[in-house]
């Protein structure tokens, strides 16, 4: 049985921080799936089509790492795509107690899915996409918080 992973968000923009989480899962899995969740209610800062893009250029040289989008739940999308694991990544405690409770509404509704977390390394735990986006909108320089070849210029 192949394992799959679920890595959700809404990556705006996708992190150095996004892409270690990544990569330190990655010998625990077959394949996983970087899914961007789109959410008509809210405004993103970056178009859709450019973060799938920045992610699939940080990951060109791994072949089991897919760039998906999605709406909805994400245990629904788990199923469509037949992940049995969601990744997250927690920074701080506040991080941990919103995705404690998001973890364990996901399990009431989906107990075949599992909610794996990871903490950052200690270099890039301050970084969030929240903080980039002040960042570039306000006309700084954020290239060395998002990986190589990610073009923040609006």
Request: glycine fraction near 6%; include cysteine.
């Amino acid at each position: 049985m192949e394992r799959i992973a679920v890595f959700p968000g809404s990556f705006d923009p996708f992190t150095t921080g996004h892409e270690s989480i990544v990569k330190r899962f990655l010998p625990l899995f077959d394949k996983i799936i970087i899914a961007i969740g789109v959410n008509s209610h809210k405004n993103s800062f970056f178009p859709l089509e450019k973060r799938k893009e920045w992610i699939r250029s940080a990951f060109q040289n791994y072949p089991h790492i897919i760039v998906d989008d999605f709406t909805g739940l994400t245990i629904d999308y788990c199923h469509k795509v037949g992940a049995k694991y969601i990744l997250r990544g927690l920074r701080t405690t506040t991080d941990l107690e919103f995705e404690k409770a998001i973890a364990q509404m996901n399990k009431s509704m989906a107990d075949d899915i599992e909610t794996l977390f990871i903490l950052p390394t200690p270099e890039l735990s301050a970084i969030n996409s929240t903080i980039i986006r002040d960042i570039v909108r306000n006309g700084g320089d954020a290239s060395r918080f998002v990986p190589e070849g990610t073009d923040l210029k609006l």
